[in-house]
């Protein structure tokens, strides 16, 4: 009862790489700009066609804009989907300059703003969704960037760790970046993004979001996280200790266009 409430009434949930972590530590060792991570959630009006006429969007115009860019671009539907509907969108930019560019490109760019003029002049009392949400993160340092997995994934795990205060996220996400993403890997839980939510609500928090096949690949691979020996090690370690005080999660199926 206390997640479906969440789910409904929280303003995050309501609503070419594949490459292994440790090389990505090599990228944030030699400086690479860590990734700015962009997480939207869009709730879809009662419109007639109102999430068709978004995707349709979506693809003819946003996409191409981003892919100029080297945005990465993920789009996702609830597990088991809620009335109303919302959708989940995930846009990878790498590096700040490139977040910041892309904001002006949308009010300049000629090809994206023709491409987009059908979108764009949709009257408001047609309009496609209602509102929608946008969390900024700063991608971990052992995951500067956003992963697409070498598999296509049928399903995605997305959570939302809180903490008391700022110390004890900062040690959470150290806790991340010297053991736990490792471990993920090692029991098949592949990572898509690690972020601390830097503008949104829930602060001090971070959000991740992890892939499998399916559900049952999902449930095993958590029992192999749990039963782990390193993760015994770990979670004992006092420097960890009462860094997470409360959990939320959601599971999400990917869309057809959907780059991840």
Do not use: C
Not at 9 to 35: C, D, R
Not at 85 to 108: A, Q
Not at 253 to 260: F, G
């Amino acid at each position: 009862m206390k997640r479906r409430l969440f789910l409904k009434n929280s303003a995050l949930f309501t609503g070419a790489l594949s490459l292994p972590v440790m090389a990505h530590a090599s990228n944030s060792e030699t400086n690479a700009e860590k990734y700015l991570i962009e997480w939207r959630v869009y709730h879809i009006s009662r419109s007639p066609n109102a999430r068709q006429k978004l995707e349709k969007y979506f693809t003819e115009a946003l996409i191409p804009f981003l892919k100029k860019r080297n945005i990465k671009f993920g789009a996702f539907s609830e597990y088991g989907r809620n009335e109303p509907v919302s959708l989940y969108v995930l846009l990878g930019y790498p590096g700040r300059d490139t977040y910041f560019n892309s904001i002006k490109g949308l009010t300049e760019d000629s090809e994206y703003l023709a491409a987009s003029e059908a979108y764009l002049s949709i009257p408001p009392a047609q309009a496609v969704y209602t509102r929608y949400e946008t969390f900024l993160l700063d991608a971990f340092d052992k995951t500067p960037e956003v992963m697409i997995p070498g598999e296509k994934k049928g399903l995605f795990e997305l959570r939302l760790y809180e903490s008391a205060n700022e110390d004890a996220g900062k040690r959470k996400i150290a806790m991340f970046n010297n053991g736990e993403i490792e471990l993920f890997l090692k029991v098949g839980i592949n990572p898509v993004f690690f972020g601390k939510i830097l503008a949104g609500q829930h602060m001090p928090a971070l959000l991740y979001m992890v892939g499998f096949k399916d559900m049952a690949d999902r449930d095993a691979a958590w029992e192999k996280f749990s039963a782990h020996p390193d993760w015994a090690t770990m979670r004992e370690k006092p420097e960890y200790a009462d860094t997470v005080s409360n959990i939320q999660r959601i599971f999400l199926v990917p869309e057809p266009y959907s780059q991840i």
